[in-house]
Nanobody
Framework: QVQLVESGGGLVQAGGSLRLSCAAS????????LGWYRQAPGKQRELVAT???????NYADSVKGRFTISRDNAKRTVYLQMNSLKAEDTAVYYC???????????????WGQGTQVTVSS
């Protein structure tokens, strides 16, 4: 059983930065890909960033150049460094475990409780 616990959200002004963390339980962390999703009010959950078990990142166009995903397998933690935040980045952010095939990320049904990020303009 995998448990994911996100932290690091908060209220920040536009242009500011936040670093999200997601700590995972279980021994499967290092062999799986990881992803960060977000869901804004009234919108569908969208994939923001992923990282393969080998450490290769991929980003949605909307965050490319501003967000950085990283992982520490020893700590079983995945991070999302968010810089130059915009009001449209406001959402609940969730981390997820999954796998990558042919460059596409696929989610296991393991989700944390999410962490709220609010960017004031």
């Amino acid at each position: 059983q995998v448990q994911l616990v996100e932290s690091g959200g908060g209220l920040v002004q536009a242009g500011g930065s936040l670093r999200l963390s997601c700590a995972a339980s279980g021994s499967a962390f290092s062999i799986n890909a990881l992803g960060w999703y977000r869901q804004a009010p009234g919108k569908q959950r969208e994939l923001v960033a992923t990282i393969t078990r080998g450490g290769s990142p991929n980003y949605a166009d909307s965050v490319k150049g501003r967000f950085t995903i990283s992982r520490d397998n020893a700590k079983r933690t995945v991070y999302l460094q968010m810089n130059s935040l915009k009001a449209e980045d406001t959402a609940v952010y969730y981390c997820n475990m999954g796998w990558v095939i042919s460059g596409s990320y696929h989610s296991y049904d393991y989700w944390g409780q999410g962490t709220q990020v609010t960017v004031s303009s």
